[in-house]
């Protein structure tokens, strides 16, 4: 595992916890609007953080009880077959941890899930399931794996939420009632506002402050706890 930076304090990040934020390398999808396009690759970046001299961080604080929670981020951190390894590390120092993924594993979900080795899960609902082809990734089986992702948490018995970064063509009012059908009850939807460098240059567009309000209005409607990022 090849590690792509650490934030070292966040009160935002896990929810109710102040926690640690570690960013993953490697990543397998390629959205256009990511704030960090520098993990996708897996490889090290410079200059490099130790997943060892890391953990020795970590072990400091939580001895000197400065941290609660752990956040995994990335990139993607179900794509790295060690990430449970590294679950159960953060678990003997006494942390409580949150995964941020886009669900596109749905077996090392469920694995981290049946081990106890996760207490908070926040998930990317990025568009409709046939639309992350070839728009997002190019991996196969996409769809079938977000569907079993989100139907995992619905019955698994911890924290969690939905995030959508609020894009247009990948989001939009049309399309919101089909995405709100996504998330099971019992979770939070979180409306991401977008920060697009250049929107005229890849063709994206920030849905606008209007747009979001009407999608959350919409969702609440629906008995979904439904919330715009930052409000």
């Given at each position: 595992m090849l590690l792509g930076g650490l934030r070292k304090t966040s009160t935002l990040d896990f929810p109710g916890r102040l926690s640690a934020v570690v960013f993953i390398q490697g990543c397998n999808f390629a959205c256009p609007y990511c704030h960090n396009p520098q993990l996708w690759e897996p490889a090290p970046v410079s200059p490099a953080l130790t997943l060892?001299?890391?953990?020795?961080?970590?072990?400091?604080?939580?001895?000197?009880?400065?941290?609660?929670?752990?956040?995994?981020?990335?990139g993607e951190p179900a794509v790295n077959d060690d990430l449970p390894e590294l679950c159960s590390r953060l678990r003997?120092?006494?942390?409580?941890?949150?995964?941020?993924?886009?669900?596109?594993?749905?077996?090392?979900?469920?694995?981290?899930?049946?081990?106890?080795?996760?207490?908070?899960?926040?998930?990317?609902?990025?568009?409709l399931?046939?639309?992350?082809?070839?728009?997002?990734?190019?991996?196969?089986?996409?769809?079938?794996?977000?569907?079993?992702?989100?139907?995992?948490?619905?019955?698994?018995?911890?924290?969690?939420e939905f995030r959508t970064t609020m894009v247009s063509p990948f989001v939009s009012v049309e399309m919101?009632?089909?995405?709100?059908?996504?998330a099971p009850p019992g979770g939070r939807w979180y409306l991401q506002p977008a920060r697009l460098p250049h929107p005229a240059a890849s063709g994206l567009r920030a849905l606008s402050r209007p747009e979001l309000?009407?999608?959350?209005?919409?969702?609440?409607?629906?008995?979904?706890?439904?919330?715009?990022?930052?409000e």
């Open positions: 060892d001299e890391c953990c020795a961080f970590l072990a400091r604080r939580r001895q000197r009880r400065l941290l609660e929670g752990v956040v995994l981020s990335g003997a120092m006494g942390y409580q941890i949150k995964l941020d993924t886009n669900g596109s594993r749905p077996l090392m979900l469920e694995k981290l899930i049946r081990d106890s080795l996760v207490d908070y899960v926040a998930l990317d609902i990025k568009t399931p046939d639309l992350y082809c070839p728009g997002l990734s190019r991996e196969p089986g996409l769809e079938e794996a977000l569907m079993a992702s989100l139907s995992l948490l619905a019955g698994a018995g911890l924290e969690y919101a009632e089909d995405l709100l059908r996504l309000v009407r999608i959350r209005d919409m969702a609440q409607a629906e008995g979904l706890r439904a919330f715009i990022r930052g």
